[in-house]
């Protein structure tokens, strides 16, 4: 007989794994003199190994993985009067991820979680942790393109704003030389 901890250490999982095991009749144990469960070697070598996590991993090729980019489409498509301005930004994205490679990874952690990859699988493809892969998992993408484009609208308003006025003044001043000329000359 061996404690359930110690039973736990061999298998490689949680000593918690084998309680629930233990209580719902899966393993049998005998309780020890301080409550400890005792557990025999011979049933816990029977006992099936534990399953981590999810469904099995599954392998992708490179043209699935590159097929996923229609997802994307397919979660903006919704989106009538942004579609087409979101569209053509993911194309360039696609493209050239370095022209915003957070939105790029955002994008893309999207498109790979759909497609079945696991977390660890999509930070491996993105060169980021697992961990920050299922924080980007966890934010919107219409939002972040939306705000993207907002922020282009508005740079390209301040620079509108700035050619106009820089017009203006400089106009300004051609018709005060002008102005001055005609007076000098007159």
Not at 22 to 31: I, M
Not at 39 to 58: C, F, H, I, N, T
Not at 96 to 115: D, G, K
Not at 128 to 156: K, N, P, W
């Amino acid at each position: 007989m061996i404690r359930l901890d110690e039973g736990a250490r061999r298998l490689g999982c949680h000593v918690e794994t084998l309680r629930i095991r233990v209580r719902d009749g899966r393993l049998t144990s005998l309780r020890g003199p301080h409550g400890a469960y005792y557990v025999k070697e011979q049933d816990l070598a029977e006992l099936p190994s534990p399953r981590r996590g999810g469904p099995p991993q599954r392998k992708f090729t490179s043209a699935e993985i590159e097929g996923s980019w229609e997802i994307v489409d397919a979660m903006l498509r919704p989106a009538k009067e942004w579609a087409n301005r979101e569209l053509a930004l993911v194309a360039e994205l696609r493209l050239s991820p370095a022209t915003n490679l957070r939105l790029f990874r955002l994008i893309s952690v999207h498109r790979l979680r759909r497609l079945g990859l696991a977390f660890e699988d999509i930070g491996e493809e993105l060169g980021i942790s697992a961990r920050h892969a299922r924080r980007l998992f966890g934010r919107r993408v219409f939002i972040a393109l939306r705000r993207h484009l907002m922020t282009e609208d508005r740079a390209l308003a301040r620079r509108e704003r700035e050619l106009a006025w820089r017009e203006s003044r400089l106009g300004r001043r051609r018709g005060r030389r002008w102005a001055r000329r005609v007076g000098s000359t007159g």
